[in-house]
């Protein structure tokens, strides 16, 4: 690295330590040249993530678009923002982590409705319509029939059955 005072090409490291949470070191160097002294950051180069579609394009992977997926299926919901946020990171995360290049758009797509389950049941059926491309009736049933054996029914209070509270 050349020195940014004097353009000098040797320089000698007087302190390195972890940066960003660890994601990157940061370097005190000491150019031989000018003696002046300056800092440089080392990260790792990151592997662009490619997801392919059902046609089989190629596209990188977009986490904003996994956001606007899934704001779209919480419409109107109990749902926070950081949730959304969460969700996505996670399923970025998922998807880096299961090694695979480049990833199906159906796994990412699998990944989202397994955290959509357990957050928001409307939201996981909104989400699945449009993923599973419901054609008829029958398909939201037939989901909601899976949603339903997952989860034990609940009263009119929000409280499972299975809870020992009694029914209004």
């Known amino acids: 690295m050349r020195c940014?005072?004097?353009g000098a090409p040797e320089d000698k490291v007087v302190d390195s330590r972890?940066?960003?949470?660890?994601?990157?070191?940061r370097r005190r160097r000491e150019c031989i040249g000018c003696?002046?002294?300056y800092t440089t950051f080392e990260r790792a180069e990151e592997v662009p993530l490619l997801v392919v579609k059902r046609s089989g394009l190629e596209e990188p992977f977009?986490?904003?678009?996994i956001v606007d997926g899934i704001r779209r299926a919480t419409k109107n919901r109990p749902v926070a923002d950081s949730e959304i946020q969460a969700i996505a990171e996670d399923v970025e995360d998922a998807m880096r982590a299961d090694g695979r290049r480049p990833v199906p758009s159906s796994e990412i797509g699998r990944e989202i409705l397994e955290r959509l389950r357990?957050?928001?049941?409307?939201?996981y059926l909104r989400f699945a319509s449009v993923y599973k491309d419901f054609q008829e009736l029958t398909d939201f049933e037939r989901e909601?029939?899976?949603?339903?054996k997952r989860?034990?029914?609940k009263n009119v209070n929000g409280h499972s059955t299975?809870?020992?509270v009694p029914n209004p």
């Open 162 to 164: 299975s809870e020992g």
């Open 18 to 25: 972890l940066a960003e949470e660890g994601r990157s070191i």
């Open 151 to 153: 989860s034990p029914p």
């Open 35 to 37: 003696g002046r002294r």
């Open 144 to 148: 909601l029939g899976i949603l339903l």
């Open 4 to 6: 940014p005072y004097c």
């Open 62 to 65: 977009e986490q904003e678009k």
């Open 118 to 123: 357990d957050l928001d049941e409307v939201a």
